[in-house]
């Protein structure tokens, strides 16, 4: 018998009720995590990756709520806590960093007071171990001179600085999954290579589970099992990152991998995704990147792909893969239908 995963996102709908309609950010998304692995959700903004781990989080915004599905955490479903239940349940068991730690970081307190309070709201620590643990875990993300650094305020860090304080806040209550929602766009390039190599050192060392959360394939290249490709609030693709790199079966994925930069093709052109994103107030009728494919079919615009198994480690929504497997034999046409 297999062992339950540490998290089960079933069919997961988030709409915002705007007062120019409900913009429908997730659409029925399904995945797994296990403990210890690292999962990875890609897309370009307005995708759903980020409202969908808010979701989780349920630290939603007043107009944005989660109109159907399941979030289960060890088997059961986190979606019916109290808003008590939530709170504990935050930090102690799932944590998240956020994209901008300066706007995260309270600029009138201290790093330590900060520190110190996520500590004391979560652990039954005295005043002493809580002190001693904040400067153990900014010891542990790389911080120098941890007990001047607390008496510090955020405008006095630097940004890689700051994001790592972040870190340390997120994983102070020992979590068994931390969230982290594109925690190096706000930094340069060296301090983005830092702080993905110290995230990748501390799964390895604590044995938590990651949800990294990007707009870049690059940046989390080496470091997932598995990675998500969102669209227009739905999964488009999921697989092992080989399979996503070096055999991507969905045009919008695609798109994405030539967007990359590349060394060895330095004098070559980027080939950016042509067209706009998906408009979340109307969604179109079948697949939401229809109208941004170049190999889009008829069958695109009147219905929405389902999954199809290209692989054991790779699965993706795209009526091209249909097709492709009809010309080979591998599936037969219905009745009525038109690929």
């Not at 925690?183 to 050192?201: C, H, R």
Request: with cysteine; aromatic share 6%.
């Amino acid at each position: 018998m297999s062992e339950m995963p540490l998290l089960q996102v079933k069919n997961l709908h988030t709409s915002f009720f705007t007062d120019a309609g409900e913009v429908k950010a997730v659409n029925g998304i399904s995945y797994n995590l296990d403990a210890g692995k690292v999962l990875g959700i890609v897309g370009e903004s307005g995708s759903g990756k980020s409202v969908s781990a808010y979701s989780i989080m349920r630290i939603l915004t007043d107009t944005g709520r989660v109109t159907g599905g399941e979030v289960l955490f060890k088997g059961e479903n986190i979606l019916n806590y109290t808003p008590q239940q939530m709170q504990k349940f935050r930090g102690s068991r799932i944590s998240i960093i956020f994209q901008d730690p300066m706007t995260c970081l309270n600029p009138t307190f201290s790093i330590g007071s900060q520190l110190r309070e996520a500590i004391r709201i979560h652990t039954d620590r005295n005043k002493e171990q809580i002190q001693a643990r904040a400067v153990e875990m900014l010891q542990l993300v790389g911080v120098n001179e941890p007990e001047r650094r607390l008496r510090q305020y955020p405008h006095e860090l630097s940004g890689g600085m700051r994001q790592r304080v972040m870190i340390a806040m997120a994983l102070a209550c020992e979590p068994d999954i931390l969230i982290a929602d594109e925690p190096t766009t706000a930094l340069d390039v060296t301090i983005q290579a830092q702080i993905l190599e110290l995230m990748q050192s501390l799964q390895k060392k604590l044995g938590m589970a990651i949800i990294m959360i990007t707009h870049d394939l690059g940046v989390i290249a080496d470091m997932c099992d598995e990675i998500i490709v969102m669209y227009g609030g739905k999964v488009c693709e999921r697989g092992t990152a080989d399979e996503i790199f070096y055999n991507p079966r969905h045009e919008y994925t695609k798109g994405l991998i030539r967007s990359i930069p590349r060394i060895s093709e330095k004098h070559e052109k980027l080939v950016p995704i042509a067209g706009s994103p998906v408009d979340l107030l109307n969604l179109p009728k079948g697949c939401a990147f229809a109208a941004r494919c170049d190999h889009a079919m008829k069958i695109c615009l009147e219905q929405p792909p389902e999954e199809i198994r290209v692989n054991d480690f790779h699965i993706a929504a795209c009526w091209n893969n249909v097709r492709r497997m009809m010309e080979d034999g591998q599936l037969e046409v219905k009745d009525g239908e038109e690929v």
